[in-house]
T-cell receptor, first 114, second 115 residues
């Protein structure tokens, strides 16, 4: 079975500072990896995904993530955050050999302060 | 191109009642997945429908059932509602091709409150 651990439940950061949201996963088989963002009272928006190839993945809104197979991690980073980045961020995995079932972490609340 | 839409936005029911939630897929997608997101939690997979058939199910009881229609829209039905069913219900659509990878795009969700 797969599992996802988001190591920080809340990350407070000042505007224009860099940020890293940490995600570790556990799986006995190869997986696809995703980051989604959820703004208050909204659904999930796809930020980026790792399917194969380069381990550094660039997404929307200036976010990027790096897949590290040996450490089973997929940390999300942004060099300079804005107030508008305040939201809940979810890391998710899906088995390559399966369809559909995304396994989500518990989420990390990013709080950007002025 | 329209995105994933869900209806209704909000719903209040009482314990023991039945509810139907609806989802319209993004244009060109053939697969719909449903998730339950309790307050302060990550979404939990309920089931997925591909070409009108269930294509995987999470750890939810049989009173959670679904349908997918020829136009790839979908319904989630929940019978005998319990207080713990109160949650945000998210629908995600995707295109499942021969490669087996389907990136899921989510709708805005339906907030269900069970009293």
């Amino acid at each position: 079975a797969q599992s996802v651990t988001q190591l920080d439940s809340q990350v407070p950061v000042f505007e224009e500072a860099p940020v890293e949201l940490r995600c570790n996963y556990s799986s006995s088989v190869s997986v696809y990896l995703f980051w989604y963002v959820q703004y208050p009272n909204q659904g999930l928006q796809l930020l980026l995904k790792y399917l194969s190839g380069s381990t550094l993945v660039k997404g929307i809104n200036g976010f990027e993530a790096e897949f590290n197979k040996s450490q089973t991690s997929f940390h999300l980073r942004k060099p300079s955050v804005h107030i508008s980045d305040t939201a809940e961020y979810f890391c998710a995995v899906r088995k390559m050999s399966n369809t559909g079932k995304l396994i989500f972490g518990q989420g990390t609340t990013l709080q950007v302060k002025p | 191109e329209t995105g994933v839409t869900q209806s209704p936005t909000h719903l209040i029911k009482t314990r023991g009642q039945q509810v139907t939630l609806r989802c319209s897929s993004q244009s060109g997608h053939n697969t719909v997945s449903w998730y339950q997101q309790a307050l302060g939690q990550g979404p939990q997979f309920i089931f997925q429908y591909y070409r009108e058939e269930e294509n995987g199910r999470g750890n939810f009881p049989p009173r959670f059932s679904g349908l997918q229609f020829p136009n790839y829209s979908s319904e989630l039905n929940v019978n005998a509602l319990e207080l713990d069913d109160s949650a945000l219900y998210l629908c995600a659509s995707s295109y499942l091709g021969t490669g087996g990878e389907d990136t899921q795009y989510f709708g805005p969700g339906t907030r269900l409150t069970v009293l």
